[in-house]
């Protein structure tokens, strides 16, 4: 009769597909770390500060900013020379506009004078109360994606949030069961 005892410092032989199946979780683990953190920067940062995530429609602000990347702009108490800003060109109006701060006119009363890094002229100046924040970091291309998802965004990242706290939810609770019907390694002596 063979009698199987455990063995100090020895695990059981992996099973047929289990490297693959920890190479597909570690690559699945990853890539939802890198999508909560996307998430994190797109929508929870900018609420955080007070300030907005905004997309970039055109390529005024090239190479620095291209068409579909996403600015974080953030209100600041006063902006200097070569602060990239968003500000509404036209006071009340929602349109808004990402531009580099060349200059700055401190008369009677405060003006910041913009343009885009890729524009020959100045834009018209503005006052500070026009002037919607400073850019404090931005994420390539993941404004395509917003402008996809439309008005919906909030709750496409809720849901996206919620997906994932579920399946990362899952793997923990599927490895430590496995953990235990694994159990420890165990070797089988020749003894009877």
């Not at 099973?15 to 929870?44: C, H, I, N, Q």
């Not at 006071?91 to 524009?119: F, K, M, Q």
């Not at 404004?143 to 996206?160: C, E, F, K, Q």
């Given at each position: 009769m063979?009698?199987?005892?455990?063995?100090p410092g020895?695990?059981?032989?992996?099973?047929p597909g289990?490297?693959?199946r920890?190479?597909?979780?570690?690559?699945?683990a990853v890539?939802?770390v890198?999508?909560?953190?996307?998430?994190?920067?797109?929508?929870?940062v900018?609420?955080v500060?007070?300030g907005?995530?905004?997309?970039?429609?055109?390529?005024?602000?090239?190479?620095?900013?291209s068409?579909?990347?996403?600015?974080v702009s953030?209100?600041?108490?006063r902006?200097?020379?070569?602060?990239?800003?968003?500000?509404?060109p036209?006071?009340?109006d929602p349109?808004?506009?990402?531009h580099r701060?060349v200059?700055?006119?401190?008369?009677?009363?405060?003006a910041y004078?913009?343009?885009?890094?890729?524009?020959g002229?100045?834009?018209d100046?503005?006052s500070p109360e026009q002037?919607?924040g400073?850019v404090v970091?931005?994420?390539p291309?993941?404004g395509?994606?917003a402008?996809a998802?439309?008005?919906?965004r909030s709750?496409?990242?809720t849901?996206?949030a919620?997906?994932?706290i579920?399946?990362?939810?899952?793997?923990?609770?599927?490895?430590?069961?496995?953990?235990?019907?694994?159990g420890p390694?165990?070797?089988?002596?020749?003894?009877s």
């Amino acid at each position: 009769m063979a009698t199987t005892v455990a063995a100090p410092g020895t695990t059981t032989p992996a099973r047929p597909g289990s490297f693959r199946r920890a190479v597909l979780s570690g690559t699945t683990a990853v890539l939802l770390v890198a999508l909560l953190l996307l998430a994190g920067a797109v929508a929870v940062v900018p609420r955080v500060l007070g300030g907005a995530a905004l997309t970039v429609l055109t390529g005024s602000m090239e190479p620095t900013y291209s068409p579909g990347d996403m600015v974080v702009s953030v209100p600041q108490e006063r902006y200097e020379v070569g602060d990239v800003v968003t500000f509404q060109p036209v006071p009340g109006d929602p349109t808004l506009i990402t531009h580099r701060v060349v200059g700055v006119s401190l008369g009677a009363e405060t003006a910041y004078v913009t343009r885009g890094d890729a524009n020959g002229a100045d834009d018209d100046p503005v006052s500070p109360e026009q002037v919607m924040g400073r850019v404090v970091y931005h994420v390539p291309h993941v404004g395509h994606l917003a402008g996809a998802v439309g008005p919906h965004r909030s709750a496409v990242v809720t849901a996206v949030a919620c997906l994932l706290i579920g399946y990362g939810s899952y793997l923990v609770i599927a490895d430590s069961r496995a953990g235990r019907r694994r159990g420890p390694g165990l070797i089988t002596t020749g003894e009877s």
